[in-house]
Each structure stands twice: as C-alpha cells, then as structure tokens.
C-alpha cells in the first residue's frame, strides 16, 4: 500500500512539473499583449534590466507585474477565480464588492499620510498665482459613498465625506468648492451610477451640473428640455473588467440631447484632430462604450460653441467630467478641458493666451486621492 502511495505521489508531482513547464513554455512563445480589453488598461511589458533598476526594486516588482499581466490565457483564469469565490460567498475580488441589486462596488482606498496634505498645499499654490481667476471645485463622491445600503453586510465604504469635509474645511483661498453629495444622495434610489463601472451615470452628471448653476453664476437646463435617448443596452463597464465577478447584468448608456440644437466644434490638441460632436458613436461597439464621450481621456480638448455671448472656462478633470461637459456648452463659448494625466504644457500660459476667467476642477474623489498629477498645479506654477 505504501509503494502504491507513493507512485501516486511521484506520478502526481510529475504531471503537476509537465504542467507548470508547459505554461512556461507557452508564456515565452506566446507574443506578449499591449492592452487587455477585458480589464480595460494597459498591461506590464518586460522591464529593461540594469543595475540600478535592481537595486532598487523596480526591475523586481515590474518584473513580478509583468509574468502576472502576460500570463497564458489570463481572462480565462481570473473569471475561474472569481467563479469560485462567488460559488464559495465571498463578495470582495480585487478591491471590489458584489453588491445587492447586480450593483458592483469599487472599495475605497484612504489616501497615504501626507498625500492629501501635499494636494491640498498645490491647490493653495495654484490659487495664490492665479489671483485674477474664478476657481471652481467639485470632488464626487463615489458610489461606494452614496450607495452604503448597496454594499454587502459588514464591508465598510470608506470615509470618502470625511475626506472631502476636510478638504473644505482647509484653507484653499478662493477656490470655491461645491459640494455634489446631497443631491447625489437625494436622488440615489435613481440610477445615477452604473451598476458594472466606476463612472457615475449620465442622469448623476446632470444632477452635478444643476448644482454648478447657482455658483458659477449660470442658469441649469431642466430635465425636459433634453431628449434622452439609450445608446446602448450592452454596457460591461471597468469594473465588471476588474473584479472578474461574471452572470451580471450590463449597463445601459444614455445622452442627453437638447431639444433646442446645439453646434459644437471639438479639437483634440494633442492629436491634432478635430470632431463636430461631443460623442464618438462608433465607441458603443467597442468594449469601452464609456469612451463615447469624448473618445476618452486627452491632455487637452478645445469645444467651441455657438454661444457667442458666454466666455471661456478651463475644466481639468479625471473621466467623471467626461459625461459632464456636453451641458456646460449651452453657457460658455469655449470650454478648455485638461487631463493632467496626460498634458505636458504650460498650463499658466495657455490661460493667460486663452484669456480664461473661470476654472472647475472635477475629479471623483477616488481619481483625486489617489492620483498624483492634481499637484502639477503647483509645479506650473513655480
């Protein structure tokens, strides 16, 4: 019985050997992929190798990134993960909860110490060299925030109110900052927050951009003056690509368009293009169909209107903003839109060049804590 059990072993780790050398194998003969379109980013490519990078710990970590991002059938294995922690009840997967109602949740993650500190002395850096400029601030609360009642028993969705109650409470001179969650909370039987993506939904943008009316000294658009229509029904959104969680129903994508027509000319700096609508349709066949707004995310965009009577606002923003800005272009004449993710100029004189007067900064609270290139403001300013 004892040989019996140990030719089972032998025979046992020698399958799981051939096994984990043919994985290997077909890793090193498999091309490497650029961009995964399941989880909607940019995948690790194999890091250049040198001293330096080793002896700091980069080549290892980006290293250890890399075999995990260019593992042989990668999607397959994640949704065979993810199947089995949901067969086993577990309602967290890489950093996000299965929620009631098909609602897929993005855990909250608090910022580093100091983090927000150092944001907050950018934004007051920025405010001091920009005297002359009406400073507008909106940080959104995500639906890890809003939707508690949605979260499973026992997950926690973070302080993000604690957080930006802080940030109002700190001395940002004349930044003046609007706070969205009380209409986002009124309304949040509503779907102002797609159940498979970070992003709120269209409906939640509007209800942000009626509370910029009052402050920013324009009158909002009512509901009924828009014709709403459902772009597409087949929405798998970013976290649906993350967590792995399958068997959920998708999204659905609407726009808002208003019943008085608009024109609108878009150009895309950085890539030297130029569109006359805010919307890119053919996105919707894509498995990214958020980016029918804008085509994405850009370094700089430049929408020109046929509201000759309104002036120039410069908006940098994360992708929240995307869905937002088509009802800001009823009341300015250009809207600028920077993502400093991805802009590289000089953001002082292209506002003196532009004659801008009014600034919004729109960021998702999440987008906001965790990025780092909010404090770019303080560096063009230096």
């Known amino acids: 019985m004892k040989n019996y059990d140990q030719i089972y072993y032998r025979a046992l780790a020698i399958l799981l050997l051939m096994f984990t050398g043919a994985v290997l194998v077909v890793n090193v003969l498999t091309p490497g992929k650029v961009f995964s379109e399941s989880e909607n980013r940019m995948l690790q490519q194999l890091p250049a190798f040198s001293l330096q990078t080793l002896g700091s710990g980069t080549f290892t970590s980006e290293f250890e990134a890399y075999l995990s991002d260019q593992f042989v059938e990668r999607d397959f294995w994640i949704g065979l993960k993810s199947g089995a922690d949901q067969g086993l009840g577990r309602k967290e997967s890489n950093g996000v909860y299965i929620g009631k109602d098909g609602y897929l949740i993005q855990k909250f993650t608090p910022p580093g110490q100091g983090d927000l500190a150092d944001k907050l002395k950018a934004l007051e850096a920025f405010d001091q060299a920009t005297p002359g400029l ?145 919307y890119v349709m053919g996105n919707l066949t894509k498995k990214d169909k958020y980016t029918v707004f804008f085509n994405g995310n850009h370094g700089l965009i430049r929408i020109s209107t046929g509201n000759t009577e309104g002036g120039r606002l410069l908006v940098v923003k994360d992708s929240y903003a995307n869905s937002l800005i088509p009802f800001l272009t009823s009341h300015f004449s250009e809207i600028d839109v920077i ?43 230096e």
């Not at 658009?221 to 068997?247: A, C, P, W």
């Not at 003196?352 to 909010?374: A, C, G, W």
């Open 134 to 278: 009406r400073k507008y601030m909106m940080l959104v609360p995500t639906a890890a925030s809003v939707l508690k009642d949605k979260l499973p028993p026992y997950a926690s969705g973070g302080d993000e109110r604690g957080y930006w109650d802080e940030i109002k409470a700190s001395d940002l001179g004349a930044i003046q900052c609007i706070d969205v969650f009380p209409a986002l909370e009124a309304n949040k039987e509503q779907p102002i927050y797609y159940k498979t993506d970070h992003h709120w939904t269209t409906k939640g943008a509007f209800l942000a951009y009626r509370e910029l009316g009052a402050p920013m000294n324009f009158t909002p658009k009512n509901e009924d003056e828009f014709n709403i229509r459902q772009v597409t029904s087949q929405f798998y959104g970013s976290l649906y690509s993350k967590s792995g969680f399958r068997h959920i129903r998708p999204d659905s994508i609407e726009l808002y368009y208003p019943k008085v027509p608009e024109t609108v000319s878009v150009e895309y700096a950085h890539e030297q293009q130029s569109a006359d609508s805010m």
């Open 339 to 381: 993502d400093l993710r991805y802009y590289d100029g000089d953001l002082l004189k292209l506002m003196k060049e532009r004659q801008i007067r009014d600034m919004l900064i729109l960021y998702n609270t999440t987008t906001f804590v965790e990025d780092p290139s909010i404090k770019l403001l303080a560096d063009s300013v």
